[in-house]
């Protein structure tokens, strides 16, 4: 389903991934062209083979596209190369990025693409996995026992493919008690702890320092919005939007409130202390701010048609400064979002775009995350993404970039073939 607001009257529509059934000439010669330019990533040729083999099960019809299956699915499989492969063999990762970013480019970058970034969770029955724990996790909606990774996505009026990956970490993970199961895990001895907020910053600056991928905005919910390391970490670069979520408790006022600076003695040294002159002079909640606004203030847009009909929000906004330990931080555009009907509920957004943009612009930007949702839809209902089993670390990296090539190629054979052509997908076993 592909929602008006990128289809209509913003910056550009970003196309929607639709599959046909409809067979294409050389499926499997196709993808040994684009095998071919990672064939210097592996050091042996059996490497290159197994490489093959496991994206081609990702393609397969298999019910269950985890290491097993896919061997077994093969003609000679071996289970056990093929899991030595995914878990063990020398990757040359570094160079297999450099070189996917680089064709994504070639088929989707853009001036004014938009680098998005999200989690994704993945249920897991043992305690064994690299980073599993009871945590939250997006996919079911609740607290269980999963692994979590951080990803990047990419999006243009050309399309949209994950670019990057991170797994996340628990803290608990680098503790003495779990020393054994890093062991186990292969996890470097050189890794530590990283807030999701910190590895997309990681990200983000790689591909800042690559240079390869053009764009104009950044995306993040509410974990990243809130995350002064993240803010700062795109604030830091030149001409560079961000529109993220922020929660609900999320303080701010409306008017510049005055404040001074007072200066005092601690400790010997010279110290101040900013307060506000008038204490009355409290931040509200963006809630509260919601709730006070005037119907007449609120446009009705239509977002999508869903399957009882139109899918529709009211939208306002609101040039705010942000609040920071009860004192005036940053001036900022405040998107507020809310349902129809007698009990609204309501969403908001940050962002740092000038003051001369459009309320359409911003609007269009709280539409573009689904790009990434669609990502993670997509590599799992198609190419097996959570159907993994692997345990150490350098599997789960390998897993989930033989994911994201994989998807990326259907992109590319839909943009070679033109904006008509469908594609088969499913190769038989």
């Not at 607001?5 to 991934?17: A, G, H, Q």
């Not at 499926?27 to 095998?35: A, I, N, S």
């Not at 019910?63 to 020398?90: H, T, W, Y």
């Not at 186990?184 to 990283?194: A, G, H, M, Y």
Request: aromatic share 14%; hydrophobic share 40%.
């Amino acid at each position: 389903m592909l929602p008006d607001i990128r289809c209509n009257e913003y910056l550009y529509s970003v196309p929607k991934f639709d599959l046909g059934k409809s067979d294409i000439k050389d499926f499997m010669k196709e993808l040994c062209g684009f095998h071919e330019q990672f064939a210097d990533c592996f050091q042996r040729s059996e490497s290159r083979e197994h490489f093959f083999n496991y994206m081609a099960g990702q393609f397969s019809p298999l019910e269950r596209k985890s290491i097993e299956p896919i061997a077994l699915a093969l003609k000679d499989g071996n289970v056990r190369a093929m899991q030595r492969f995914v878990s063990d063999a020398p990757w040359n990762e570094e160079k297999m990025i450099s070189k996917y970013r680089s064709l994504v480019n070639d088929d989707i970058g853009g001036p004014n693409g938009a680098l998005i970034f999200d989690e994704s969770g993945f249920v897991k029955k043992g305690q064994d996995s690299i980073g599993v724990a009871r945590q939250y996790c997006g996919t079911i909606g609740k607290v269980d026992n999963c692994q979590v990774g951080v990803f990047a996505a990419y999006v243009s009026e050309h399309g949209y493919s994950l670019i990057d990956k991170r797994l996340f970490i628990p803290e608990k993970w680098f503790s003495d008690d779990y020393l054994q199961r890093r062991g186990k895990c292969t996890l470097p001895i050189d890794t530590v702890f990283r807030t999701k907020p910190q590895l997309a910053v990681e990200m983000l600056n790689a591909v800042v320092e690559e240079n390869v991928l053009p764009f104009k905005y950044v995306l993040a919910d509410s974990i990243y919005g809130i995350s002064p390391e993240f803010i700062e970490a795109v604030e830091a670069l030149p001409s560079k939007t961000y529109f993220v979520s922020v929660p609900e408790d999320t303080f701010c006022w409306l008017k510049q409130p005055m404040t001074m600076t007072k200066q005092y003695l601690w400790g010997g040294k010279t110290r101040s202390k900013a307060f506000l002159i008038d204490p009355a002079s409290k931040p509200v909640s963006v809630n509260e701010l919601a709730g006070n606004i005037n119907d007449y203030f609120w446009y009705r847009r239509k977002v999508s048609e869903g399957t009882k009909g139109p899918i529709v929000y009211e939208y306002t906004r609101r040039q705010v400064i942000l609040s920071s330990a009860g004192l005036p931080q940053k001036t900022v555009w405040l998107l507020i979002r809310r349902t129809l009907g007698d009990d609204p509920k309501y969403s908001f957004f940050i962002s740092n775009a000038s003051a001369s943009t459009p309320l359409k612009t911003l609007i269009w930007l709280s539409g573009l995350r689904w790009a990434i949702e669609q990502c993670f839809e997509e590599t799992k209902i198609e190419l097996g993404m959570d159907h993994y089993e692997v345990r150490k670390f350098p599997g789960w990296h390998h897993h989930m970039l033989t994911c994201m090539l994989a998807h990326f190629f259907l992109w590319h054979l839909k943009i070679r073939l033109g904006e008509k052509s469908t594609i088969y997908y499913a190769i038989a076993a």
